[in-house]
């Protein structure tokens, strides 16, 4: 059996190859139990952007529908109502929606935010903030993924590097390497991992999205 410091090497953990030693176990799932809301959340972000993928041929014949077949109408942070076709992504304190209104017979479609109404943001300025629009449906949708697949992305660095100071600060004189690389790669795997059905191709912004 593998052995490390005189430990055995026995213990498994999510999405890592290797084997923990009892002390790395244990050290494993106590700074993960301080990141786990945060895997949580960045969990919520890419399950629900790996189902709009799997959805987004149905959401974009949604959008092809009248206005006024839409169930939900939203205001924006300037007054101007919105259509929901579609929730986006839902988090603990903000919902993300796609919106659709038709002004002098053009459509035009957005992404608006609603925040928790007693965040501090929302008592600033307001529950309703308009994120991105676009007369193109599919380029707005495609644009709200990639944008938001790198924000996942931002999110795990941040869960490693969060996870790194506190194993300096809890276990100063040990070498846990190894718990930093399972949290790594866990997150690495919930982010890489997940299927992505539609291309999404680099674009500027000021190809018919605006934010």
Known sequence: MLKR??????????????????????????????????FKQLSAITDSLT??????PRVLEASEGAVDSFNEVVP?????????????????RTELLFCKR????????????????????????????????SNDPRLLLQDFIEGERQTAQLYGQDIVAISREAIDEKYPDRDLSRVVKAIAQRCTKK??????????QTRRRSEGVHV
């Open 191 to 200: 982010i890489s991992t997940e299927e992505k059905v539609i291309p999404i």
């Open 51 to 56: 189902d709009l993928e799997r959805a987004f």
């Open 102 to 133: 038709v002004i002098e017979g053009e459509s035009e479609f957005a992404v608006v935010e609603r925040l928790d109404p007693n965040s501090p943001l929302a008592q600033a300025k307001g529950p309703w903030q308009l994120q991105m629009t």
């Open 76 to 92: 924006d942070q300037n007054g101007k109502q919105w259509s929901v076709v579609a929730p986006l992504l839902k988090l603990r």
């Open 5 to 38: 410091n005189g430990q055995p090497c026995q213990r498994t953990v999510p999405e890592y190859s290797g084997r923990l030693t009892d002390f790395e176990f244990l050290a494993y799932n106590t700074v993960f139990t301080s990141v786990e809301e945060d």
